[in-house]
């Protein structure tokens, strides 16, 4: 069973280090990292812009000299970049062609619960799932996944995973590279784990995972992938390239930088730019959590994006922080004899959105995450946890209390981070996000309007994005309801049991 408190602390640390990672020196960057195609929409009858999608099972050459079994959608791994804007109708033709029920989860877009893709939206082998919506948030790098109640680290770690990038009227004027594939390229870093024979293992397999039991973390992978090439290289033919950023992995956290030091620019979080970007020279990233970055180049340099160790927040007896020595390479950057553009990041992006405020009056709700559970219950697909009124901006104060880390994410709206730990917020964590990373113990506090759609029989989820904790019952449901409502609304989901 899971164990609680200081030990579980102590027992993540251990697996964690068991699984320390470090392939510095071993890599020659010798693949072109891939970029995922970027599907424009065909204009329906409608005119709505429609995407066509279709999962599928295939074999990719992951590591070399492997055939591995992978699910993707519209190719063997992975899936393709979708672009829209603010203001379109967006329509998608989702076609099952797995062997398993699974969905289709928009995260980070606000949009009715029942076009979310969450574990209500189930599509069954052969069907074709039509939700529709109206693109209505800020210009973003958002992803698309499965969500399928306990299934979902697995159909992640298959591959099955991609982008949704939203634009504005500000996003292409804002100063920042915005050329697909050519200064604008998105890096979905994933670790994966294999068995012998080449096929991926979708569990956690160490003797500490095991004692872990319940709360474990499931897979560490100890190879790692850029857009699902391993050991890759980018040609830069530009003086600034805008990479977007998002950690697509079951449970591994980044702390990126780059070798020599150098610094770049944060001007996105997961849901939208900064108005003011923020210099850094490291960047941590926990599952699902993404930022924007621009990185200088001059003629002719390489430099490599290093994964150094994370500040996960986890003490050994000794007060030792953990991921002592996971350092680990991720891509190389091979820039041109020559480089287009100025090599000038704008100090202000005009239009970014403003991060939500609270008013003093605001309701607040309380989150303990601990073991598999939320508030001492664990997922139950029948149960409505929170109700909540629509348009509202509520104060969540949210708490891993088993000394584990998680990184909580809500469906169906951007928050802002208010306080951390009972700090003022780092520069860090400004902006409009949907994922944040929980130190174990700290509490963080959200500012998080309540979606506008408004439907009390289908729920949005809030849930650990490690997503093992998150198939283990480490989510709750809450539905939204006219203002007023909330005493008289369902407390289980319709058709339940
Ligand atoms: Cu990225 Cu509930 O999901
Ligand atoms: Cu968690």
């Not at 203001?87 to 989702?94: K, L």
């Not at 409009?432 to 113990?441: A, H």
């Amino acid at each position: 069973g899971a164990l609680t408190g200081g030990a579980y602390g102590v027992t993540f640390a251990m697996v964690y280090r068991d699984r320390k990672l470090s392939n510095v020196g071993e890599l020659d960057f010798r693949n072109p990292v891939a970029v995922p195609r970027l599907l424009e929409p065909e204009k329906d009858d409608r005119g709505r812009r429609h995407f066509t999608l279709k999962a599928r099972t295939g074999t990719s050459t992951l590591i070399p000299g492997k055939k591995t079994p992978t699910w993707g959608i519209n190719g063997p791994f992975l899936g393709p970049t979708l672009r829209a804007r603010r203001g379109d109708t967006v329509s998608v033709a989702f076609t099952n062609g797995l062997p398993e029920t699974t969905t289709l989860h928009w995260h980070g877009m606000h949009l009715p619960a029942e076009f979310d893709g969450g574990p209500h939206q189930a599509v069954a082998p052969g069907e074709v799932w039509r939700p529709s919506w109206r693109l209505d948030q800020p210009a973003a790098t958002l992803w698309y996944h499965p969500h399928p109640h306990g299934k979902t680290a697995d159909h992640v770690t298959r591959g099955i995973a991609g982008l949704f990038l939203i634009e504005d009227e500000h996003s292409q004027d804002a100063g920042l590279p915005h050329t697909y594939g050519v200064d604008d390229v998105p890096l979905i870093l994933q670790d994966r784990a294999f068995h012998d024979d080449g096929s991926l293992s979708l569990r956690g397999v160490s003797f500490m995972e095991e004692l872990a039991g319940a709360g474990s973390l499931g897979v560490l992978g100890d190879n790692i992938f850029v857009n699902g090439t391993h050991n890759p290289h980018l040609k830069v033919t530009t003086r600034l390239l805008r990479l977007r950023v998002l950690n697509g992995s079951n449970a591994r956290v980044y702390n990126l930088g780059l070798t020599d030091g150098r610094s770049f620019h944060l001007v996105a979080q997961e849901s939208g730019l900064l108005s003011n970007p923020l210099r850094m020279r490291r960047l941590q990233l926990a599952p699902a959590e993404r930022a924007e970055i621009v990185v200088p180049f001059e003629p002719g340099e390489k430099v490599v994006l290093r994964s150094y160790p994370p500040d996960l927040g986890v003490g050994f007896p000794n007060g030792r922080l953990d991921g002592g020595e996971d350092t680990f390479d991720l891509i190389q950057f091979r820039a041109g004899k020559t480089l287009r553009g100025s090599g000038e990041v704008p100090g202000k992006l005009p239009g970014a959105p403003e991060p939500p405020t609270a008013p003093g009056s605001a309701h607040r709700r309380y989150f303990e995450l601990s073991g598999i559970q939320i508030n001492g219950r664990s997922m139950d697909m029948n149960r409505i946890d929170q109700v909540a009124p629509a348009r509202a901006v509520e104060l969540w104060d949210v708490q891993g209390i088993d000394g584990v880390p998680h990184s909580f994410h809500v469906h169906g709206t951007s928050f802002s981070v208010v306080s951390y730990g009972g700090r003022p917020v780092p520069a860090r964590l400004r902006g409009l996000k949907d994922t944040v990373y929980l130190r174990p113990q700290e509490t963080v506090r959200l500012a998080v309007p309540m979606p506008e759609h408004v439907d009390p029989a289908t729920p949005y989820m809030f849930h650990c994005h490690m997503l093992k904790h998150e198939d283990q019952g480490m989510m709750g449901q809450f539905t939204v309801v006219k203002p007023g409502t909330e005493g008289s609304a369902p407390r289980r989901v319709r058709g339940g049991h």
